[in-house]
């Protein structure tokens, strides 16, 4: 065999490679594609329920008081959504009427009470922050 004919017995047994690979990856990106499309399309992406977030300070008063601030709303739309509650005192109820607003709230026990701010968005409560008093 002369070396014409093993160079060109190398080039035509990788010539057919290069095209496979091709097909493969363009099938690939073709189906990637199609389900980010129709992801949109049907809109699958909005049935996703969002936690809330909101901007919230907490100042200890004394050994069972602490003044909760609401400092920004993030994604809840009204501040009458949000709600405080102290462990094992039950529901302190919606203070908030709107952001800037200072509640106080007082815990049962002292230190070890978590004092808890809830937002409720469609029907479902969110803790956006806990403080635990010292």
Do not use: H, W
Request: aromatic share 4%; net charge negative; with cysteine.
């Amino acid at each position: 065999m002369t070396l014409k004919e093993t160079v060109s017995a190398k080039l035509s047994e990788t010539r057919a490679v290069s095209p496979v690979i091709g097909v493969i990856l363009m099938v690939a990106i073709t189906v990637i594609l199609a389900a980010v499309i129709g992801t949109f399309v049907m809109g699958l992406g909005n049935n996703v329920s969002k936690n809330a977030q909101a901007g919230v300070s907490f100042d200890q008063v004394n050994d069972t008081q602490v003044d909760v601030q609401l400092t920004s709303l993030g994604n809840v739309q009204d501040a009458a959504n949000f709600s405080i509650k102290s462990s094992g005192c039950g529901d302190d109820g919606s203070p908030f009427t709107e952001v800037g607003d200072v509640a106080s709230v007082t815990g049962c026990n002292g230190s070890g009470d978590k004092i808890t701010v809830v937002a409720e968005i469609n029907g479902n409560e969110n803790v956006v922050a806990t403080y635990e008093l010292n």
